[in-house]
Nanobody, 131 residues
Framework: QVPLVESGGGSVQAGGSLRLSCAAASGFVFSSYCMGWFRQAPGKEREWVATVSIASGTTYHADSVKGRFAISQDNGKNTVYLLMNRTKPEDTAMYYC???????????????????????WGQGTQVTVSS
């Protein structure tokens, strides 16, 4: 199991910003994974938000967040971030970090079919955007 720990969630007014963090355990071969952010609102299915290929730095974002959210990485800290700008009430959800080793080198493909059974998941961090 790969421990992933999210932090940075909270409450923000619409239009505001938050930065989520996802720290992977030390000793984890961070560079060999696709890392991603997902979200799940009450009564809805888990939704893919963004992916980064740790090896190449290539990023992918869902259309619903493109231009507002940005995924990034800090390899020295084994940490992935999600910077959320221009937030909307519909961004309210539990946000989860995930990692996948099998799709390394094919993170774009993982982004198109991200809910894999061999994903590693964090415990989630709540984001609430008020209007």
């Amino acid at each position: 199991q790969v421990p992933l720990v999210e932090s940075g969630g909270g409450s923000v007014q619409a239009g505001g910003s938050l930065r989520l963090s996802c720290a992977a355990a030390s000793g984890f071969v961070f560079s060999s994974y696709c890392m991603g952010w997902f979200r799940q609102a009450p009564g809805k299915e888990r939704e893919w938000v963004a992916t980064v290929s740790i090896a190449s730095g290539t990023t992918y974002h869902a259309d619903s967040v493109k231009g507002r959210f940005a995924i990034s990485q800090d390899n020295g800290k084994n940490t992935v971030y999600l910077l959320m700008n221009r937030t909307k009430p519909e961004d309210t959800a539990m946000y989860y970090c995930a990692a996948n080793f099998r799709y390394d080198g094919r993170c774009g493909a993982w982004s198109r079919d991200p809910l894999q059974t061999d994903n590693y998941w964090g415990q989630g961090t709540q984001v609430t955007v008020s209007s």
